[in-house]
T-cell receptor, first 115, second 106 residues
């Protein structure tokens, strides 16, 4: 079974530029998560999707971050415009069934550096 | 708002020792608690998932326990090996701690 795929693996941009990350969850997983992990910290949930609907985006900085999962499969996370403090690893995870009691599986992450 | 704390932040042990990593959380109304391993520059690998109705889970040399009433979970690693060196993270549902960085020395 293929794991969670993410691309790109690394991205370097200048502040005020825009950037997009892509995630393809494990086949059949209904729930998809995006996390931000700043160096030395644990991951912080940005947004949770159940199929193509948003379950929780309370910690997503909506003035600059957006995410979509149009067909209930893969997802994109966008930052526009980027700030220095957005430098972090962006992790995508998926779980098999909706609801909070299910095991999450993570992708390798995208490391973003904002100069 | 859920807060998760992991103590110690870093730990160094000689190979072969048994060790315990601690995780505490403030809101006991959780559906599950999950332990992960993270190697440098890599994503998170799921180790154990404990549902709220369970007290513990075991996988090989790993045993995780959950006490919701006290807001605590522990990860026990038996007979540690250098390959166990990594950062260990716990997540109370979708809220993560900052991790314990483990170094197992020869």
């Amino acid at each position: 079974e293929a794991g969670v795929a993410q691309s790109p693996r690394y991205k370097i941009i200048e502040k005020r530029q825009s950037v997009a990350f892509w995630c393809n969850p494990i086949s059949g997983h209904a729930t998809l998560y995006w996390y931000q992990q700043i160096l030395g910290q644990g991951p912080k949930l940005l947004i949770q999707f159940q199929n193509n609907g948003v379950v929780d985006d309370s910690q997503l900085p909506k003035d600059r971050f957006s995410a979509e999962r149009l067909k209930g499969v893969d997802s994109t996370l966008k930052i526009q415009p980027a700030k220095l403090e957005d430098s972090a690893v962006y992790l995508c995870a998926s779980s098999s069934v909706g609801g909070p009691g299910n095991e999450q599986f993570f992708g390798p992450g995208t490391r973003l550096t904002v100069l | 708002k859920q807060e998760v704390t992991q103590i110690p932040a870093a730990l160094s042990v000689p190979e072969g020792e048994n060790l315990v990593l601690n995780c505490s959380f403030t809101d006991s109304a959780i559906y599950n608690l999950q332990w992960f391993r993270q190697d440098p520059g890599k994503g998170l690998t799921s180790l154990l998932l404990i549902q709220s109705s369970q007290r513990e889970q075991t996988s090989g040399r790993l045993n995780a326990s959950l006490d919701k009433s006290s807001g605590r979970s522990t990860l026990y690693i038996a007979a540690s090996q250098p390959g166990d060196s990594a950062t260990y993270l716990c997540a109370a549902q979708l809220t993560f701690g900052t991790g314990t960085r483990l170094q197992v020395t020869l």
